[in-house]
């Protein structure tokens, strides 16, 4: 019988992998490249939409997909971080979102199948999981994008559930193991992906995924862009009983340490961290090598912080070798034992 995910957090620190995009802007794909044949003479610029590559240039995302599993990548994330009807509207492309999630999963799924087919047999190496990515969309619930009327909402709580639910039945059709809300700025965003991925499974009365749950801290205040401490973020988001709670993007790991120490100490859950190549410089690069990277991160396993690590922004196969080889020696983080209320 396949291990579950939960087998393998409790044998050791699970490794999610790095970025996608990073990895596409290596290929520097032009406009026809984006199009593909389909989309030919579609009526507006899709350029920069690296979802519709999962229809468009498949190979190339099971390509990278295949990168990070040979680089010791457990999870991998599908390339769906803006597969929402809400995020594609900037290319008039909301009639796929549905698809659009399908596509990417089946293109993570086959690169598995590729990985393990060249991979002699190990149990260890072949228990793989797909993480159904699920961005924070490009419109927000709590802030008002107009600095004139801070009452102003670009979109309704309902809408965004509803985008979100398209999304969930495009990555469990596709065949997900887990679904990943990530890179949260805005809770209540989260909070209508967790409603629209309860609902779904209400509705459909199929088993539930496991979700993971990745915040955001913009800055050193310690807060989401949403104004939340890291333990209001946490307790927020505890009432969906995730398998782990996290943090990816915005910082470099040097600058996310003292908020992933502080969430190792409050999460009654596995806790998750992927950070960004470090800072970026003046010209929007990444300059953090894989081995600085992999030794910051190797500090907080060796600490009992983290249970799950990988990259975002800026990292490449490289950085989850590094990191991958330098976590490999430590236990995970050991979950706190939950008192017993009183009645």
């Keep these: 019988m396949k291990k579950t995910i939960r087998d393998c957090l409790e044998e050791r620190i699970l490794i999610i992998d790095g970025a996608m995009g990073t990895m596409i802007q290596q290929h520097k ?31 190339i995302i099971e390509d990278i997909h295949i990168k990070y599993l040979e680089a010791g990548a457990d999870i991998i994330e599908t390339n769906t971080f803006s597969s929402t009807s ?26 598995i199948k590729k990985f393990l087919s060249s991979t002699s047999f190990d149990e260890r190496k072949s228990v793989k999981f797909i ?12 802030l008002s994008p107009d600095v004139n009327n801070p009452g102003y909402r670009a979109v309704t709580f309902d809408q965004v559930a509803t985008a979100y639910y398209e999304q969930v039945k495009g990555l469990v059709d596709g065949g997900v193991d887990i679904l990943l809300i990530e890179t949260i700025f805005d809770t ?21 995924l496991p979700i993971m749950i990745s915040g955001t801290i913009t800055d050193a205040s310690g807060r989401t862009l949403s104004g939340q401490t890291l333990e209001a973020f946490y307790i927020s988001v505890a009432h969906a009983k995730p398998l782990s709670v996290g943090l990816n ?12 120490e502080e969430l190792s100490h409050i999460a009654s859950c596995y806790t998750s961290a992927y950070p960004n190549a470090g800072l970026p410089n003046a010209f929007g690069e990444y300059d953090e090598q894989p081995h600085e990277t992999a030794h910051i991160i190797e500090e907080w396993a060796a600490e009992g912080f983290v249970n799950i690590v990988g990259g975002c922004c800026g990292t490449t196969p490289d950085h989850i070798k590094h990191i991958a080889d330098q976590v490999k020696k430590y236990e995970a983080r050991k979950l706190p034992v939950k008192e017993m209320e009183l009645a």
């Excluded at 610029?45 to 590559?53: A, C, H, I, Q, S």
């Excluded at 796929?96 to 596509?103: C, H, I």
């Excluded at 993480?131 to 709590?142: D, E, F, H, Q, V």
């Excluded at 993007?249 to 992933?260: D, T």
Aim: with cysteine; hydrophobic share 40%; proline share 3%.
């Design 131 to 142: 993480a159904g990515a699920m961005g924070p969309m490009n419109k927000t619930l709590s």
């Design 249 to 260: 993007c915005a910082l470099g790991a040097k600058e996310m340490r003292p908020h992933i």
């Design 29 to 59: 794909l032009e406009e026809k490249d984006y199009r593909g044949e389909r989309f030919a003479n579609w009526h507006t610029d899709v350029k920069g939409n690296n979802d519709l590559l999962s229809i468009t240039q498949p190979g």
């Design 86 to 111: 809400i995020a594609q509207a900037d290319y008039e492309m909301q009639s796929l979102a549905y698809e659009l999630n399908v596509a990417a999963a089946t293109c993570a799924r086959n690169a």
């Design 188 to 208: 209540l965003n989260a909070k209508a992906a967790i409603y629209a991925i309860k609902k779904y499974f209400r509705d459909t009365k199929q088993k539930e």
